[in-house]
């Protein structure tokens, strides 16, 4: 099993600064990584797949970047819409298909 | 638009069983692989099951031989039969659309959430 482990836990963030949240892959995944974000009370949203390529309806804001087992999440200017948690999921070598445990973004 | 709308979660005693849906609309149901996808309370994202187009299945290791995963097309409909229920099944339990061709999930329902107690 491909174990997921996402960097830092908690990001305070002051809105209109940038963001840089990561995630690593315990083996290559190549680049099939797929990022998703959570507000609370809601269903995840995917944001990023392939690593890097935004979603449908997705703000440029959001850019992924990585390949193999490091990968960063940047959101780069923080609206008060992006305080949420995000998290990074692989789909490379599976089942099981793993996620990251997440990492909450707060105002600072 | 796609619209995946879960239910059958609700409280239930250790050792017994629920079956949930997900009732999907806007889109060919048949076409699409699913997923069922579970967050236990204040917890992470945890894949349990998947079932392909054409019946191929899936289970994470801490399900198999307790859920079973189906589908009925002609109802546009995904179900998860859980038994042998405890405690850490304790979840909001969503359904999810995986994109067809990689295994990363473009919609997702509003979740409906299990509890496992006495």
């Known amino acids: 099993e491909i174990v997921m482990t996402q960097s830092p836990a908690t990001l305070s963030v002051s809105p209109g600064e940038r963001a840089t949240l990561s995630c690593r892959a315990s083996q290559s995944v190549s680049s099939n990584l797929a990022w998703y974000q959570q507000k609370p009370g809601q269903a995840p949203r995917l944001l990023i797949y392939?690593?890097?390529t935004r979603a449908t309806g997705i703000p440029a804001r959001f850019s992924g970047s990585g390949s193999g087992t490091e990968f960063t999440l940047t959101i780069s200017s923080l609206q008060s819409e992006d305080f949420a948690v995000y998290y990074c999921?692989?789909?490379?070598?599976?089942?099981?298909?793993?996620f990251g445990g997440g990492t909450k973004v707060q105002i600072k | 638009q796609v619209q995946l709308v879960e239910s059958g979660g609700g409280l239930v005693k250790p050792g017994g069983s629920l079956r949930l849906s997900c009732a999907a609309s806007g889109f060919t149901f048949s076409d699409y692989y699913m997923s069922w996808i579970r967050q236990a309370p204040g917890r992470g994202l945890e894949w349990i099951s998947y079932?392909?187009?054409?019946?191929?299945?899936y289970y994470v290791d801490s399900v198999k031989g307790r859920f079973t995963i189906s589908r009925d097309n002609a109802k546009n409909s995904l179900y998860l039969q859980m038994n042998s229920l405890r405690a850490d099944d304790t979840a909001v339990y969503y359904c999810?659309?995986?994109?067809?061709?990689?295994?990363?999930?473009?919609?997702w329902g509003q979740g409906t959430l299990v509890t496992v107690s006495s």
């Open positions: 079932i392909s187009s054409s019946g191929t299945i």
């Open positions: 999810a659309r995986d994109t067809g061709s990689y295994f990363y999930f473009d919609y």
């Open positions: 392939g690593a890097s």
């Open positions: 999921q692989q789909y490379n070598n599976w089942p099981p298909l793993t």
